[in-house]
C-alpha cells in the first residue's frame, strides 16, 4: 500500500458529566486523530491516551512525539511493502508507547480495508451483528447520586453496570446498588490499580454480592500478587493494565493471576494484538470482553467490530455516544435493547462528520510520507 500521507489531528470533546476513577477525573476527552492517506482510501483512528500519564505511562503529547520522531520514520521506510500486518514487527524495536502504535496501525488498517472493501468486522472474525453493551460508572459525591445514575443507565437498557471504585467507595456503592436494583443486575468493579495485596481481606467484603469480575484491583505489575489475592477472594479477578500482549495474557492466565481479561486493543499495541490475546485466552477457557477509554465514534466502531470475535462473551464498556458526548464525531452509535451493531461497511464502517472535526480540532500536524 503506497502511503501519501499521514495527519496527526488534536480534538477536545466535552463529556456529557464528569468520569472520576481512582487516579483522576476528566470532564472533556482529548485525543489525536491519526488521518493515512493513500491514492484510493483514507484511513482514521484514535489516539486512546489521556493528556496526563494516570492510567499507564503513555499521554497524548508523548505519543505524537513519538509517532513523528520515532514511529512513522520507520513506517516510511518500508515504502511500498507497508500494510497494517507489518506496522507491529517494524515498529518493534522501540520499546513500550502501545497507544502510539495502535493508532497507527489500526489507521493504516482501515485505509487498507477501504481499498478492499473489507470491514473490520468481517477482517477480525466477528461472528455477531450486534454486541452487549455494559456502562462504566465513575466515583461519585455521594451514593445517592450513583444510584441516580445507574437507573438512568438500566433505564436507557444497559445491559451491565460496572462500578469505578477505591479505597472509601467499594463496599458501599455495591451494597446500596444491590439493595436498590436487586441480585439480577450484572454488577463489576474496576479499581484501576487502588489498592494492594494487603487489602484483600477488605476486597473479601465484596465476595458476598456475587460481582462478576474486580478489574485490575492491584499494581499493573504485580501479577504474583494478583495470583495471590485470586486465593483470598472468590469475585474473579479481571486484568486491565497489566495485560500489554498475548504473552502477558497466557502468563497470568498460567500464573492463576486471572480468570477474565479486559481486551483494549490501544493499551496491546492495536487489534491484531487485541486478537491473538482473544485467542489465546480462549484456548484457555478465559472469557473476554472489549473495554474503553471513552473514545469517540471513532474508536467506538473498531471496539464494536472487536467486540462482535466468539470469546467476547461479557459486556462490553461500548456504550452509545450518548452516554459520553452529546455531539459525537461520527453519527452517533445508539443503544438498541442493550447492545450497539456492528458496523458493515468498509474499514471502520463510520464517517468523520467534517463540520464537527472542524469545530472540534485544535491543532493539525501534517506529516509527508
Ligand atoms: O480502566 O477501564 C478503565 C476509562 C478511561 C481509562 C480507563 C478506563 C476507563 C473506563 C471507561 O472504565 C470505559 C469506557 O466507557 O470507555
Ligand atoms: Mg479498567
Known amino acids: 500500500m503506497k502511503i501519501e500521507n499521514i495527519e496527526l489531528h488534536r480534538v477536545c470533546m466535552p463529556l ?32 486512546a491516551a489521556e493528556p496526563d500519564p494516570l492510567y499507564s505511562s503513555e499521554f497524548l503529547d508523548g505519543c505524537d512525539l513519538v509517532m513523528r520522531d520515532h514511529l512513522i520514520p520507520r513506517l516510511k521506510m518500508l515504502g511500498d511493502r507497508l500494510t497494517a500486518e507489518h506496522v507491529a514487527t517494524a515498529l518493534a524495536p522501540v520499546k513500550g508507547h502501545p497507544m502510539a502504535k495502535a493508532v497507527l496501525e489500526t489507521a493504516i488498517l482501515d485505509a487498507q480495508l477501504k481499498e478492499s472493501g473489507v470491514s473490520f468486522g468481517g477482517y477480525l472474525g466477528a461472528v455477531h451483528e450486534q454486541v452487549p453493551a455494559g456502562v462504566s460508572v465513575g466515583i461519585m459525591d ?9 437507573a438512568g443507565y438500566l433505564a436507557e437498557g444497559y445491559l451491565r453496570i460496572k462500578l469505578k471504585i477505591e479505597p472509601g467507595w467499594d463496599i458501599a456503592p455495591v451494597r446500596a446498588v444491590r439493595e436498590r436494583f436487586g441480585d439480577e443486575v450484572l454488577l463489576q468493579v474496576d479499581a484501576n490499580t487502588a489498592y494492594t495485596l ?15 469480575l474486580v478489574e485490575q484491583p492491584l499494581a499493573e505489575d504485580d501479577i504474583l500478587g494478583h495470583a495471590q489475592l ?36 490501544a493499551r496491546v499495541g492495536g487489534y491484531l494484538e487485541a486478537r491473538r490475546i482473544h485467542d489465546v485466552a480462549a484456548a484457555h477457557g478465559v472469557p473476554v470482553w472489549c473495554g474503553g477509554m471513552l473514545e469517540t465514534g471513532v474508536g467506538r466502531a473498531a471496539n ?42 468498509p474499514g471502520i464502517g ?14 493539525t500536524t501534517s506529516v509527508r510520507f
Not at 458529566?17 to 482510501?41: D, I, M, N, W
Open 16 to 47: 456529557v458529566s464528569p468520569f472520576r476513577t481512582s487516579f483522576g477525573t476528566a470532564t472533556e476527552r482529548e485525543t489525536t486523530l491519526v488521518r493515512v492517506v493513500t491514492a484510493e482510501a483514507e484511513g482514521w483512528a484514535e489516539c
Open 142 to 150: 455521594s451514593i445517592d447520586e450513583m444510584l441516580d445514575a445507574v
Open 198 to 212: 494487603a487489602d484483600a481481606r477488605h476486597l473479601a467484603r465484596l465476595d458476598p454480592f456475587d460481582l462478576l
Open 230 to 265: 485470586a486465593k483470598l477472594i472468590k469475585t474473579p479477578i479481571c486484568l486491565d493494565e497489566s495485560i500489554e500482549s498475548a504473552r502477558d495474557a497466557a502468563a497470568a492466565i498460567t500464573l492463576g493471576a486471572c480468570s477474565v481479561i479486559n481486551v483494549k486493543p
Open 304 to 345: 464494536v467490530a472487536l467486540a462482535g470475535l466468539p470469546n467476547f462473551v461479557l459486556p462490553g464498556d461500548t456504550s452509545a455516544s450518548s452516554r459520553y458526548y452529546s455531539q459525537d464525531l461520527t453519527e452517533p452509535f445508539v443503544l438498541e435493547e442493550g447492545h450497539l451493531r456492528v458496523p458493515r461497511g
Open 350 to 363: 463510520v464517517d468523520i462528520l467534517p463540520d464537527v472535526l472542524a469545530e472540534l480540532t485544535s491543532s
